[in-house]
C-alpha cells in the first residue's frame, strides 16, 4: 500500500473538559505504539502520556496498518489543553531478508512504508528546528554562538511581521554605545552588542533602535542611566552585574528583561513598573538578606524563580493576576513541607495591584498536586488574597500536623479572601481547625472545597457578604461554627460523616453553632450518615441569641443518638424561620425552639422521635410564632408538637395547615393561641384550671392536667371570647 499522505503531527486539538476522543485525521501508522500523545496544559508544559494508562487508540477500520484512528483519553481535559498526536517509530530494522521461501510483497511494503513515516517523522521535527539561511556559510562552534544565532533568527523572525528592524549594526564598529547612538541616529537598525561596554555618561538608545547581545558580551551602566526607547526584549545577561545595572535601566515605553542566568542580590533593588520579567526555567533570583520590590509584572512557568531562604523578601505591588507557590518551590509532590513558599506567594498576592492597575491582590494558584503545610497558612490584613485550586479532588492541601489550623485568616482586617477548589485534609478528627476566619473578615468566599478528618470546618466571625457554598466535609467533628457573626450564607453543601469531640465530662459540643449572630442563612444543605452522638443537650445544629436566622430546604437524614439534646435547638433568638426542610429520626425532638420571638416553622416533613416519651417540635415560651403546612410523619414519640411555657410565656402564635402523626399538646399554658384546621391526631390542652387568658372558640375542650377522685375531667368553652366562658365536664367518680 502506497503512503499517500505526509502528515506526521495532528494537533494540538482543543480540549474542552469533556472531549475524550481525538481524531487523528489522515495519519497513517502501522501499530498503536507507532505515535506519541502528548498533553499541554494552560500553562504551555508537555506531559508525554503513557498508553494504556492514560489513552488507547482505535484504528479506523479496526485494524493496522491504519491511515486514520481515534486516540480515546481515560481523563477529561479542561478548556486551555491541548492534545497532540506525533509519529513515534522505532529507529531499527526488525526484518532479515535472507532466503527465507518465496517472496512476500507485504512484508517488503510494509517495510519500505515503516522507512517513509520515519522520513515524515525526521521532516516534522526538522520543520520545528531553528534553521540558518540557504546562503549562511558559518557554523556553529559553541553553545554562546549557538545562542546567538537563535536570538538572531528570533529577530528576523519578529522583523517578518512588522517588529524589529532587519538591518543590523555592530558595536564594535563603533567602540563605544555612546558613539554608535550618537552616529547611527534616527536610521531603524538592530545593534548588535558583540564587544563589552562600559559607560562613562548617560545614554539613551532612541525608538528606532534594537539591541541584541552575541557571544555573551554585555553592558556595565556604571551607575549611569541608560534609556532604551523601543520596547523590546532584553537578556537580563547583557547586563555585567543585572542587580547593580537595572536600577540604572530606564524603559519609557517598557520593556521585557529575560532572566537567562542566574542572579544574586548584593543590595535591595526595585524593578521599574513598565519592565516585565520574564524568567527562562532553570534561572534563580537569590534574595539573601536584600528585598527585591516588584513593580512591573512577571512572566514564568511553573518553577522557582525566587530564593527568598535569608531575610530577603519580595516585595512591590506586583502587576500580576496569579502568583504560583512553585515560584518560591513549592513542588506539590506530598512528600516536601510546601508551607514557607505558598506563604511566601500569599505575601506577594497581598502586595499585588492586577493587571487593571487597582489594588485587588491576586490568586495564590494552587495547581494540582498534593502539598503539605507544616506550618499554618496565614492570611493576615491581605485583602483580595485567594488561595484558588483546580478542583477539590485535584488541588490538596494536607496537614502535617492534625492539631494545626491550616488556613488562618483572624486578621481584623481580611476582605475579598477567596478558598475555591480546594481539598484541605488533616489526619485526625480530635483536633485541628481548616479555616479560622478573623473577627472582621468581610466577603469570604469558600466554594468548591472539600474538607475533611479534622476537628472543625470553619469557625471565626466573618462580618459581611460571607459565603461556604458546594464544600463537602467528611470525617470534621464540628463543621461550621460562628459566634457574632453576620451576614453569612451556607448553601448547597454536604456534610457526611460528621460527629462531635469530647469535652470536659464527657459531653459534647453541637456540629453547626451558631452564637449571637444576625442574618444567617442555611439553605440547601445536606446533613447524611452523620456519627453517633451521646450527652449532647446543644443539639447538632444550635442557634442561640440569634437575629434573623433562616433555615430552609437542607436535608437532615442523619440518624443519630441523642440522650439529652434536640436535633436542632434555638434559643433566645428573634427572627427565626424554619423552612422546607427535611428532619430524620432523632432520639429526642427534632426541633426544639425555646424562649424565642417572631418564629415561623413551615412547609417541613418531620420524621420525629423514636422513643415514646419524645417530642417532634417543642416550642417553650416562644412568643409570636406559626407553625404552618408541615408534615409529622412515622412519629414513635409522645407527640408531634408541643406548646409549653417557658421563662417566657407562650403566646401569640398560630398553628394551621398540618398533617399530624400523632396530635399536639398545649399544657400550662396562659397567652393566646390560635388553632384553624389540622390534619390528623388527637387535639389535646391541657391546664389545672379552666383557661383565664388566651383567645378560645366555642366547643374548644381543656383537659385536666392534674385530675382526681371527684373532680372533672377538663373543661369545655361554652362562648367564644378572651378567655370566653368556660363549664366543668366529665365528672370523676369519689
Known sequence: MS??????????????????????????????????????????????????THYTVVPTGGSYPADSYTINTVETYDAGFTITMIRNNAFVQGTSYGKQGPFDPQIHETDFDRAVLRDQEIKEVLDRCVKRDASDTSSVVDDEAYIAECEAYALRAEAAVGGYPTAEKYLSSYGTLAQAVSTIGATEVTLVIDQD????????????????????????????????????????????????????????NGASIVIDEDITLTSSLTIDKLIELNFLKGNIITLGAYNLTINGSVKAGLFKIFNDSGAGVVAGPLLVDEVYPQWWGALGDGINDDSVPIQSAIEAAARTWGVGGEWTGAIVKIVGGRYVIGS????????????????????????????????????????????????????SAASGVAVNIGTAGNQIDIRDCWIDTLAKGVQGAPTSDSYITDCTMEFISRPIILANSNDMTISCNTFVDCGPIALGGGSFEPLFDFDTCERIGMFDNRIIATSSMSNTPSGVVRVSSCNDFVYRGNINNAAMSYVAGAYMFVEDSDRVIVDGNVFGTSYNENLKIEDSTDVVVSSNTF???????????????????????????????????????GTSTTENGTVEGNVFDLGYNLTTLSGPIYFPPNIGGATRNYLTAAPGAGTWKRGDVVYHQQPSASGNMGWVCTTAGTPGTWKSWGTISA
Open 3 to 52: 503512503v499517500s499522505s505526509s502528515t506526521a503531527k495532528t494537533g494540538p486539538l482543543a480540549c474542552n473538559g469533556s472531549l475524550t476522543a481525538f481524531p487523528s485525521g489522515a495519519f497513517r501508522i502501522l501499530a498503536e505504539d507507532e505515535v506519541s500523545v502528548i498533553q499541554t496544559n494552560s500553562l504551555a508544559e508537555e506531559t508525554t502520556l503513557t498508553i494504556g
Open 197 to 252: 561596554d562600559a559607560l562613562t555618561g548617560n545614554v539613551t538608545v532612541p525608538s528606532t533602535i534594537a539591541l541584541r547581545r552575541v557571544n555573551g558580551y554585555s553592558i556595565d551602566t556604571n551607575s549611569f542611566t541608560l534609556t532604551i526607547s523601543l520596547s523590546q526584549e532584553l537578556p537580563a545577561s547583557m547586563f555585567s552585574s543585572f542587580a547593580d545595572d537595572v536600577s540604572n535601566l530606564s524603559v519609557p
Open 607 to 645: 420524621m420525629g422521635s423514636d422513643q415514646a416519651a419524645q417530642m417532634t417540635l417543642q416550642l417553650i415560651g416562644a412568643i409570636g410564632f406559626a407553625i404552618r403546612g408541615n408534615t409529622f410523619q412515622d412519629n414513635g414519640g409522645l407527640y408531634d408538637l408541643q406548646i409549653i411555657n
Open 376 to 427: 499554618t497558612l496565614t492570611i493576615q490584613n491581605n485583602a483580595g488574597v485567594s488561595l484558588v485550586g483546580q478542583g477539590k479532588t485535584k488541588s490538596n492541601l494536607i496537614a502535617a500536623d492534625p492539631t494545626m489550623i491550616v488556613v488562618d485568616m483572624s486578621s481584623n482586617n481580611n476582605s475579598r479572601n477567596f478558598l475555591h477548589g480546594l481539598r484541605i485534609h488533616g489526619g
